[in-house]
């Protein structure tokens, strides 16, 4: 099991590119994640897929879409680049157990500097 | 809505000194509550998570968290420390009727030899 897998693990951009962050887990699990970590701010969710063929908003979804591919492939798209999106980025499965969420399990980052 | 509070940004202490990082959340009992360890240049990854099977929850690398209801707490200890346990330690509860847990800002651990 590779468990979650994140590429690129490290982007430069220039403002107004755009580029896609591809998620990926052999889990099975029904609910992923996408997080953007910044120094002193802990981890904002931006979006959030509960189940395949769904996605909803997070804390800070502004300037991002995602996709739900399939039950294993999530992906985040910056559609014009903006300096304040630099940022690391995970990607997290989990499994839902009744109404909550279990254990999220993370892959191992994209840092994306926008320049 | 839930939140879950951190005390510390920062903990600083002395290898072979005992650890005690504190993780509070807000009144309701959430079904589950999570540390999870940060290593430099890695992703989360789960230390330990409480099911209300037992207030006390042994976790990997040494470390355990105590359950306690009427201080709405789970503080995380480690008896002594050890330079690889150097690292940013996350706390987070997940809660009956939303798929989206709820993180603190985390407390990075700092070990001096």
């Known amino acids: 099991n590779a468990g979650v897998t994140q590429t690129p693990k490290f982007q430069v951009l220039k403002t107004g590119q755009s580029m896609t962050l591809q998620c990926a887990q052999d889990?099975?699990?029904?609910?992923m994640y996408w997080y953007r970590q910044d120094p002193g701010m802990g981890l904002r969710l931006i979006y959030y897929?509960?189940?395949?063929?769904?996605?909803d908003k997070g804390e800070v979804p502004n300037g991002y879409n995602v996709s739900r591919l399939n039950k294993r492939e999530f992906s985040l798209r910056l559609e014009s680049a903006a300096p304040s999106q630099t940022s690391v980025y995970f990607c997290?499965?989990?499994?839902?157990?009744?109404?909550?969420?279990?254990?999220?399990?993370f892959g191992p980052g994209t840092r994306l500097t926008v320049l | 809505a839930q939140s879950v509070t951190q005390l510390g940004s920062h903990v600083s202490v002395s290898e072979g000194a005992l650890v005690l990082l504190r993780c509070n959340y807000s009144?309701?009992?959430?079904?589950?509550l999570f540390w999870y360890v940060q290593y430099p240049n890695q992703g989360l990854q789960l230390l330990l998570k409480?099911?209300?099977?037992?207030?006390l929850v042994k976790g990997i690398n040494g470390f355990e968290a105590e359950f306690k209801k009427s201080e709405t707490s789970f503080h995380l200890t480690k008896p002594s420390a050890h330079m690889s346990d150097a690292a940013e330690y996350f706390c987070?509860?997940?809660?009956?009727?939303?798929?989206?847990?709820?993180f603190g800002r985390g407390t990075s651990l700092i070990v001096h030899p």
């Open positions: 009144s309701s009992v959430p079904p589950y």
């Open positions: 987070a509860v997940s809660k009956g009727g939303s798929y989206i847990p709820t």
């Open positions: 997290a499965s989990s499994v839902k157990r009744g109404t909550s969420t279990d254990t999220q399990y």
């Open positions: 409480y099911t209300s099977a037992a207030t």
């Open positions: 897929s509960a189940s395949e063929g769904t996605t």
């Open positions: 889990m099975n699990h029904n609910s």
